[in-house]
């Protein structure tokens, strides 16, 4: 199939993973089957790795914590970045975690129920294993926008206090 309908099979996904094979056929012209087709050859080639929605989790009663952490590592001989990064990734408190250039090496993002599991997290599991060399920890105070999405829109109208001479 054309790269380019490849790309804006997934462009429509980006925005709304709820539409069918048949409503992206009808807004690409092609057949439900051509689109099934090639959104099961993109699960398989792991071009598409999942369908996730985004929730605005501080309008639920659900407590919890995201943090950022910045973590230095001695990287591995023939390995790289590669091999602590997996066992990075295979806690299950991480949501992310990104090889950065810059001051340091990986973004973990994790999630906790309270502060006191995120440093838990950060002092029993990830300071001690052998590559890390050290951690900065930054807590997410408020989510305004994730994945492009708008989380909580902006105060429509003024509302500053009229100063009149």
């Known amino acids: 199939m054309q790269q380019n309908i490849r790309e804006s099979i997934l462009m429509y996904l980006e925005k709304d993973s709820r539409l069918l094979p048949e409503d992206l056929a009808e807004m690409l012209g092609l057949t439900p089957d051509m689109v099934a087709a090639e959104l099961n050859a993109m699960v398989d080639e792991r071009v598409i790795c999942g369908f996730n929605t985004l929730i605005n989790w501080d309008l639920t009663n659900r407590a919890y914590v995201s943090a950022l952490i910045e973590v230095k590592v001695t990287p591995q001989r023939g390995m790289g ?5 997996e066992r990075i990734y295979n806690f299950e408190e991480v949501k ?3 090889l ?8 973990v993002i994790i999630e906790g129920k309270s502060i006191k599991d995120i440093a838990y997290f950060v002092s029993d599991k990830l300071s001690p294993l052998e590559s890390v060399l050290s951690t900065a920890t930054h807590f997410v105070l408020k989510k305004y926008k994730d994945h492009g ?3 909580e829109k902006g105060r429509s109208r003024d509302e500053r206090m009229v100063v009149s001479p």
């Open 81 to 85: 970045f590669d091999k602590i990064a």
């Open 96 to 98: 992310a975690v990104y």
């Open 100 to 107: 950065m250039s810059g001051g340091f090496d990986l973004t």
């Open 149 to 151: 999405i708008v989380l």
